[in-house]
């Protein structure tokens, strides 16, 4: 996963995303509007916007080429890009991007990732995200990057639902080694990287999201002729998320007619009003 900002331009000219760019794209409009063009999805990854500044400057995202984006919103083929926002564009077929406009679970956890791996752990490149295969001692040190999302509503924000979403992010450390004093030396090491890591890197921590708690747990068991450290660094993280009605063709005008009742003159009357 590649960490890539997204800057304002200089001057008001469209900018285009490089092509094999994939993973975590951090935007900034602070300094002016940003036109910005994604990759043909064509042999494309993945992508995750975040937008971190809160400025009025407009910010679009769009396909390159034929490619579309689905669901279409009042932009297509574009995307806009809010205060705030945190979306995904997903690979789904030739040509098209899927396009998920609440995505910050998912970011969360790819971005673990990619930042677990940049900081160089004593896991080395031995991470991944939601791992269900059993892992034998040969291939630990090793991180699995786990997380599970509650949402309780909170009513409506305007015309849409919104909801206070409570991430759970569990960062599994596996260890072995042939002595407990040895394993309990290399788990603790594991633990505070990946705590180090992730509470001091200032772009994971400022995803938009709140870190509530971090809670640390370890174990340890014989295995064979080796000492399995099982450790598992729990973060806890909240935010607040509202759901954005999308409106597939704007709307520019309403004509309203008359329709009256039966047994009374009938009078033509149209009127058209501007939205």
Known sequence: MTWWTL???????????????????LVDATAGPIAATVPPVLGAGPLYFVRRDASANVVTLAPAGTDSVTPAGPLAPAVALAPGDAIALLPAGPGVWQLGESALEVIVREATVAALLAFGTLAGTAIESERVDPVAAADMPRLNIQADVDAESVGTGGTAPAFDVTLHLVVHALVARARIADAKAALDLLLIQVRDCLLGDPVWIGLTAQVKAVLTTRTFKGEQDQVVGDGRLKFTLAWTEIYRPRITQPLALITLTTDPPAGTQAIAASVTLAV
């Open 7 to 25: 800057l304002a331009p200089a001057a008001s000219q469209p900018q285009a995303i490089p092509a094999g760019t994939t993973g975590l794209v």
